[in-house]
């Protein structure tokens, strides 16, 4: 980022807080680059590289952030994901800003990082008692 670069934020929930939408915490678990960018009426749809440390938490209708904003997975392939960026988010947002082949910041969700965690653990339990 440069000086003056514009950044997505969001205050922090307070205890009691409603809970609307995912949860994200401002991490940066790995940066991946923006495939494409196109139009479906007044949404955007973004195409985005998969990165390999990170597809097992990346599938269809899962939560994912992506430069501090969190967002549904439309469509998951084995290499790349797609996110549709409602009017809404896109007025609210950095997206309207970026460009073919740029970096983006990725956090997975959390739920999914405990779930995997919580499933490879089992695994290895269930594998040392044979």
Do not use: C
Not at 5 to 13: D, P, Q, R
């Amino acid at each position: 980022m440069k000086v003056g670069s514009l950044i997505n934020l969001e205050t922090s929930l307070r205890v009691g807080d409603e809970i609307s939408g995912h949860l994200v915490f401002g991490h940066v678990d790995s940066k991946t680059k923006l495939i494409s960018k196109k139009y479906d009426g007044s949404s955007m749809i973004l195409k985005i590289k998969s990165p390999i440390e990170l597809r097992s938490f990346i599938t269809s209708k899962g939560s994912i952030a992506i430069n501090g904003v969190s967002l549904t997975i439309n469509n998951a392939s084995s290499n790349s994901f797609e996110v549709n960026i409602i009017p809404h988010t896109l007025k609210n947002t950095t997206f309207n800003q970026v460009g073919k082949n740029e970096l983006l910041n990725l956090e997975i969700d959390m739920l999914a990082r405990y779930v995997s965690n919580y499933v490879n653990i089992n695994k290895l339990w269930f594998y040392s008692q044979k």
